[in-house]
């Protein structure tokens, strides 16, 4: 293992994760619910009604930052490897693993360890175990 | 009253999340996949995201655990559910392979959906197709069997 110290960000990625951590905090005191994203956009599929105006209303918000920082600092950079066969495969995945795991990276990798929760800590360290591995099997073994 | 200003903060609160997300730099997939190559060229960042997103995460939690009623006068809706079992762990390997295999997991892609990238919009498309999937077979696997197989 080397570390690429070209890419490493702390400074930037630690204020990205105190701003995700004050927005989890609002959330949580404010409306008393969990910043968990798949839990928060797989509820407007159950189509609970008065249940609907909150969900639509985070997510808004989540496609409105772009935006935010457009007008602060410039456009964003993101670099996207995967071709579309592979992003279908994915987000299939991530969608249908977020559920039948009640969580991803917000709700169990923030919130629930925050929490201290033993549940979302195995969950977390599932996903990110799982993630380590198909990124070992894609970049070093099939490439 | 009380439903606007609870839609009117989640709204706020989304925003914020969102903005944390892009400076932590988990809206580029090639960063998220950097950190998750730890065999390769390894970029810790995203630990740093976890640990500050976490530090403020836990004092936040530890003042929600003593509150009966939210900011807003609503109720508290904290998780209950603590058992470890088959569905937490399989769900949570299949998304793990799907981040990994992207680069996204859902905050950060509907984040990008705001870029306007093609590639987000594909990985949102597919993600929700997946989510309503799920919604369907649990419905179907949940409602009472009249005829049993063969």
Not at chain 2, 46 to 74: E, H, P, Q, W, Y
Request: glycine share 14%.
């Amino acid at each position: 293992m080397t570390i690429d110290w070209n890419h490493f960000t702390p400074g930037m990625s630690l204020l990205g994760g105190v701003l995700i951590g004050i927005a989890s905090a609002l959330f949580i005191l404010a409306n008393g619910r969990i910043a968990g994203i798949s839990g928060i956009l797989g509820g407007l599929l159950s189509r609970r009604p008065g249940d609907m105006a909150w969900r639509m209303a985070f997510l808004l918000g989540l496609v409105a930052a772009p935006a935010a920082i457009f007008a602060l600092t410039g456009p964003l950079t993101a670099t996207i490897e995967a071709n579309t066969e592979v992003l279908v495969i994915a987000g299939l995945l991530v969608g249908i693993g977020t559920r039948y795991g009640a969580g991803c990276t917000s709700g169990h990798g923030v919130c629930g360890l925050s929490r201290l929760s033993p549940r979302s800590l195995v969950a977390t360290l599932a996903f990110m175990g799982a993630g380590m591995a198909i990124v070992f099997v894609m970049r070093h073994l099939l490439a | 009253m009380k439903k606007h200003i609870d839609t009117l903060s989640a709204l706020i609160v989304g925003l914020i999340f969102g903005i944390g997300l892009i400076f932590a730099g988990m809206t580029d997939p090639s960063k998220v996949i950097g950190f998750l190559d730890i065999a390769g060229n390894w970029d810790p960042s995203l630990a740093f995201v976890m640990g500050g997103a976490i530090l403020v995460g836990f004092i936040a939690f530890r003042l929600a655990s003593k509150r009966t009623t939210n900011f807003i006068g609503g109720a508290m809706h904290l998780p209950t559910k603590n058992d470890i079992d088959r569905r937490l762990i399989i769900g949570s390997l299949l998304f793990g392979a799907g981040w990994g295999m992207a680069g996204f997991c859902p905050g950060p892609a509907i984040t990008s959906l705001g870029t306007g990238n093609p590639k987000a919009v594909i990985f949102v498309i597919a993600m929700v197709a997946g989510m309503a999937l799920y919604e369907l077979a649990d419905r179907f696997l949940h409602q009472p069997r009249s005829v049993s197989a063969p």
